[in-house]
C-alpha cells in the first residue's frame, strides 16, 4: 500500500463547537503533521492541554458561520477543514471551502440533505431499498392526525414514531404508546410545542414511522466516495434505564448523546456484511442522486431478529460516538481526514488499540434534554483537574467557559468524560468515578451507561 501524499505540514480547521470538537481537537495535535489548528467555535476548555500554542479557539464563530469560517481560513492558509457539526456542511461549507481551493473533510451541501431532511431521506432509502422502518410522510399536522389515527385504529400498531423533518439537534423523535400520546407529540413538532418553538423550520413536515424494537448501534464510515474506511462501531444510550440497565425508564423521549460505549461486542460478521451493504448502497446511490458523498457516514441502525435497518443518516461523526471512538484510535487522523478529502483512502491503513475498550459518560446541565435557560447556565464547575488526573480518563469540554477564572457550565451537554480500559466493568467504574468527582449546580450524568454491555462482556 502506497503513503497518501501530503505536505508535511498542514493547518487545520475544525468546525464543531462541542465535545467532539474538542475531540478531533486532541486527535489533531497527535498527528506530526498539524502545523495550526483553528477551532470554530472552540471552547476555553479545549486549551486546557499542553500550552504548545498550536491551537487557536474562535468563540464568536460558529461552525455554522461559513462565510466567517472560510475567510479566517482563507488568512490563516488553511489547508484542510474537518467538519464536526453538520450545520457547516448544510450551510454549504464544503462547497464554499471547494471553490477557494481548501480541502474538507465533509459532504457537499446538496449531500448533506440525507441528514437536514428525514422526508429526503427516507424518500432516498425507499427508492434504494435499503431496508429502514416502515413510514409515511405528513406536510400538515391534520394529515399527521389522520395517518396516526389510521396507523392506531386500523393498522392496529401498539407504537409508532414521529420525527420532525429538519435539523433538531437529536430532539426531534418521539415514541408515542398511544394515540393520545401521538397527538400530544404531533403538536409538540408541528403546532406549539417546544420542538416547534425550539426548532421552527423543523416541524414543518414529519414522518410517522414504524417503532422497531431491537438494539440500537452507530456505525460509521469515512469515505472518498469510492473507499470505505470503517470506525469502531458503538451503542449510543438513546433511551434511558435503569441504574442496572435493564429496564428502561423513560418510554418516549430520546435523552441523545448522553453516554456511549465501545467498540459493540455484538457486531457479528453477519451484522457487519449488512451494514457495508448498506454503506455501499448509500454512496452508489448518492452518485446517482448525482450528488457523490465524501466524507463521514454515520449510520444510525437498528438490530431486531438478525436484520439491520437504517433510523437515520447523518453527515457528520456522532457526538459522543467521536469522542468515545477516537479514544481507541491508534493511527494518524489528520492524514485520515487528508485521505478522505482529497480521494486517497485506498492508501490509508487504520490501527485500533489493542486490547482497550471505551466508555463515555456525559455530564449535562439540568433537565436536558429540554433546552437549558440562561438561569441554569454560570455555576462553577468543580473537580475537573483531579477528574482529569485519573489514568485511563480524558475530560473534554463541550458547553463550559471561562468566568473570573474558572470553569463554568455554559450548555446542555458540558463534559464528556471518555475512559480507556481493558474490559467494560473498569472503564464503567473509571468514567462513574470521575462523573462523581465532577459536579457543579443542578448537574446530571446518566447512570445506566454501558451497563447493558455487561449482559454481553466482561
Ligand atoms: N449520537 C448520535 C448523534 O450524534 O446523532
Not at 208 to 213: G, L, S
Not at 364 to 371: H, M, R
Not at 387 to 405: R, Y
Request: with cysteine.
Amino acid at each position: 500500500m502506497s503513503a497518501v501524499e501530503m505536505l508535511d505540514k498542514i493547518v487545520v480547521a475544525i468546525a464543531d463547537g462541542g465535545g467532539r470538537g474538542h475531540a478531533f481537537v486532541n486527535a489533531c495535535r497527535k498527528s506530526p503533521h498539524t502545523k495550526k489548528i483553528l477551532a470554530f467555535k472552540g471552547g476555553d476548555g479545549w486549551r486546557t492541554g499542553p500550552d504548545d500554542g498550536l491551537v487557536e479557539c474562535f468563540a464568536d464563530i460558529d461552525a455554522g458561520n461559513v462565510h466567517a469560517i472560510i475567510a479566517e481560513a482563507q488568512k490563516q492558509n488553511v489547508n484542510l477543514i474537518i467538519a464536526g457539526q453538520e450545520i457547516f456542511l448544510v450551510n454549504g461549507g464544503a462547497d464554499v471551502a471547494g471553490y477557494n481551493g481548501i480541502e474538507v473533510m465533509g459532504c457537499s451541501g446538496d449531500a448533506a440533505r440525507l441528514e437536514a431532511s428525514k422526508v429526503w431521506a427516507k424518500t432516498f432509502f425507499e427508492k434504494y431499498r435499503i431496508p429502514t422502518a416502515d413510514f409515511e410522510i405528513a406536510q400538515s399536522p391534520r394529515q399527521a392526525y389522520a395517518i396516526v389515527d389510521y396507523w392506531f385504529l386500523i393498522r392496529e400498531v401498539e407504537s409508532l414514531v414521529l420525527k420532525a423533518d429538519g435539523l433538531a439537534e437529536g430532539k426531534g423523535v418521539i415514541i408515542a404508546h398511544s394515540r393520545a400520546e401521538a397527538h400530544a407529540a404531533i403538536s409538540e413538532i408541528m403546532i406549539d410545542g417546544t420542538i416547534k418553538k425550539t426548532y421552527p423550520y423543523a416541524g414543518n413536515s414529519l414522518i410517522v414511522e414504524e417503532f422497531i424494537d431491537g438494539r440500537e448501534m452507530s456505525a460509521t464510515y469515512f469515505t472518498d466516495g469510492i473507499d470505505l474506511t470503517p470506525m469502531l462501531v458503538g451503542v449510543d444510550h438513546k433511551r434511558r434505564f435503569d441504574e442496572d440497565g435493564r429496564v428502561p425508564k423513560d418510554q418516549n423521549r430520546m435523552t441523545g448523546g448522553m453516554g456511549l460505549y465501545a467498540p459493540d461486542p455484538r457486531y457479528s460478521p453477519g451484522i457487519r456484511e449488512q451494514v457495508k451493504k448498506i454503506a455501499r448502497q448509500i454512496i452508489e446511490g448518492m452518485k446517482n442522486e448525482h450528488c457523490p458523498f465524501r466524507g463521514i457516514l454515520y449510520l444510525g441502525l437498528m438490530i431486531c431478529n438478525g436484520v439491520v435497518y437504517v433510523l437515520e443518516v447523518n453527515v457528520r461523526f456522532g457526538a459522543p460516538e467521536a469522542q468515545g471512538i477516537l479514544a481507541l484510535f491508534d493511527s494518524d487522523f489528520v492524514e485520515l481526514a487528508w485521505a478522505t478529502a482529497t480521494g486517497q483512502l485506498g492508501k490509508y491503513k487504520t490501527r485500533w488499540k489493542k486490547g482497550k475498550v471505551s466508555v463515555t459518560v456525559t455530564l449535562v446541565s439540568g433537565p436536558y434534554p429540554a433546552p437549558i435557560t440562561a438561569e441554569a447556565k454560570g455555576f462553577e464547575i468543580f473537580g475537573l483537574e483531579e477528574a482529569a488526573k485519573i489514568e485511563g480518563i480524558s475530560v473534554l469540554h463541550a458547553g463550559t467557559k471561562l468566568k473570573d477564572d474558572v470553569f463554568v457550565n455554559n450548555g446542555g451537554r458540558v463534559i464528556d468524560i471518555v475512559a480507556v480500559a481493558g474490559t467494560f466493568k473498569e472503564a464503567i467504574a473509571l468514567a462513574n468515578r470521575a462523573a462523581m468527582m465532577i459536579h457543579w449546580q443542578h448537574y446530571d450524568y446518566r447512570k445506566d451507561i454501558g451497563k447493558r454491555v455487561l449482559l454481553y462482556a466482561d
